[in-house]
């Protein structure tokens, strides 16, 4: 399976920027790549996915609007670029490899995770 490495994480103030790297350790190829966030106390949610084979990207409404999931297949990374951060958008960060079904992202195993702050 492949190999995850996110970064890019850090302390942003509310309404501000990060954007998201996850450094795979293998040609992405056909496979779909995702974003998934667990804050304290609360279930692991999906964020957004991309399906590497046609570009189609996926997102949840809290994310839609405000990030983007893109790819770099010759970098073999995936970008999250989230603007317009909110508090509630605080979480440990993964990214995660898995499949779409109808128009839900699902995921079979993920990285160690980045951690994300806003906060004034």
């Known amino acids: 399976q492949l190999q995850l490495v996110e970064s890019g994480g850090g302390l942003v103030q509310p309404g501000g920027s990060l954007r998201l790297s996850c450094a795979a350790s293998d040609p992405l190829d056909y496979y779909v790549i995702g974003w998934v966030r667990q804050a304290p106390g609360k279930e692991q949610e999906g964020v957004s996915c991309i399906s590497i084979s046609d570009g189609h990207t996926y997102y949840t409404g809290s994310a839609e609007g405000r990030f983007t999931i893109s790819a770099d297949n010759a970098k073999n990374t995936v970008y999250l670029q989230m603007s317009g951060l909110r508090p509630e958008d605080t979480a440990v960060y993964h990214c995660?490899?898995?499949?779409?079904?109808?128009?839900?992202?699902?995921?079979?195993?993920w990285g160690q995770g980045i951690q994300v702050t806003v906060s004034s």
């Open positions: 995660a490899v898995g499949g779409v079904y109808g128009s839900t992202c699902l995921y079979d195993y």
